[in-house]
């Protein structure tokens, strides 16, 4: 329930904040209304410089979204012939959009010059194409229904709100699976869409892109700085973010270095899949540290912990218990082939699948201001090599 209820977040927080920024906006009307054709020019840099800061970090689908969302803009403010309004009508505007926003919702970041670019122009002209098929079954059904051969019913279940609800409930739920900043960035997306088409008159069109390109620039800074300051496999914050953090440090702190015992060996034996599953359970108990540690992966199967403001002695019944805690910890190591299909084959394969106990080895220094933090690390490193020399499974002060 508490990884739902995280995974909820990225749902409903990026859209709760956006409505709060348009109410706002709206109340603040006598404020921007002066510089409505300021505000006009705004989507073209703030979705060129989001397009831009996408591309370099490898966020196609803001990159795509970001270039698709400026054309239909340009066209929206150009007055001729070969506008968006002048080919497509609203009702036709609306469910293109809701597809093609729905597509990035279900596909994923690739880079943005490859095979899948391909597969991008290929997927929204797909959406083109369904839309405008839709649409046209639609007003059949309308003529229909008008020389009264067919049930209202039946035109209502194959209206607008059909394909509408079905892009909602579908984006929702890719956006509460993957739980990541870009997937709620899409979600925030169709809802300023639909926000446009049923409310047109409560806020400019400049301005709500321009919130959204705003959005977008906010997405890519968080998950730029998640790609550079945490680490992928386990989650932790990374060997760059301790060195961040060691530049804010005070004068009094304990660190504790951690190993994990013959992980090499293990490794070798059972594989790297499995090596890879160590690495993260061992980093969930870490994660868990009493005392305020706060933990990153230092690098391979090492990790650290800073507990800032501690005596080494008020750290070290903390480190204990994890120790004890991971090498008390029963990993079975199951078999990913097919599976059992009665109690006896059940039984049979749960005997063939080993359990195995893992150790961990922690050295610990404490800083009082007399050395530098490089320094402090060191001694730490070489407290751990000491528990490995006393024979690995130990914290070592």
């Given amino acids: 329930m508490p990884v739902l209820m995280r995974s909820m977040q990225y749902l409903f927080a990026p859209i709760a904040i956006t409505f709060l920024c348009i109410a706002v906006t709206q109340q603040l009307a006598s404020t921007w209304q002066a510089w409505l054709p300021k505000i006009d020019e705004l989507p073209y840099y703030v979705f060129g410089v989001s397009a831009l800061l996408a591309l370099q970090f490898n966020f196609s689908r803001v990159s795509y979204l970001s270039l698709l969302l400026l054309l239909f803009y340009y066209l929206i403010q150009t007055d001729s012939q070969s506008s968006a309004q002048a080919i497509f009508n609203r009702e036709q ?37 369904l839309a405008l098929g839709w649409y046209a079954t ?19 279940l194959l209206s607008l709100y059909v394909p509408v609800g079905i892009a909602c409930i579908v984006v929702c739920i890719f956006v509460v699976w993957r739980s990541t900043g870009v997937d709620s960035t899409i979600a ?50 990374s060997r760059r973010a301790l060195n961040t953090m060691a530049l804010s440090l005070n004068k009094h702190y304990s660190l504790a270095m951690i190993d994990i015992d013959h992980f090499k060996t293990f490794n070798d034996t059972y ?37 800032e403001n501690k005596d080494i002695e008020v750290v070290l019944p903390h480190l204990e218990d994890l120790r004890r805690k991971i090498s008390d910890y029963n990993i079975v190591l199951r078999n990913e082939g097919r599976k059992a299909s009665s109690k ?5 394969k749960d005997k063939a699948n080993p359990i ?29 090599y000491q528990a490995k020399n006393n024979g690995r499974n130990q914290v070592f002060a």
């Fill in 344 to 348: 006896s084959d059940r039984t049979a």
């Fill in 188 to 237: 925030l997306t169709l809802f300023v869409w639909l926000f446009y088409y049923y409310l047109p008159n409560e806020l400019p069109l400049s301005i709500l892109l321009s919130l959204l390109a705003i959005a977008y620039l906010c997405s890519i800074v968080v998950e730029s700085y998640h790609l550079a300051y945490k680490d992928d496999l386990t989650g932790l914050s």
């Fill in 271 to 307: 594989g790297h899949d499995i090596g890879d599953q160590v690495l993260r359970l061992v980093a969930r108990k870490l994660s868990k540290v009493k005392g305020g540690g706060q933990v990153f992966r230092y690098g391979g199967e090492e990790f650290t912990i800073v507990f």
């Fill in 93 to 129: 505007i609306l469910i293109i959009g809701t597809f093609i926003i729905t597509f990035f919702a279900i596909s994923k970041d690739r880079a943005l010059f490859s095979l899948h670019f391909i597969k991008m122009i290929f997927g929204v002209a797909l959406c083109f194409i």
């Fill in 138 to 156: 639609i007003s059949k059904l309308t003529d229909l229904d008008a020389k009264q051969l067919l049930p209202s019913s039946l035109h209502l």
């Fill in 356 to 384: 195995v106990n893992i150790t961990i080895s922690i050295g610990v220094a404490e800083q009082r201001g007399e050395t530098t933090f490089e320094n402090t690390l060191k001694r730490a490193d070489k407290a751990l």
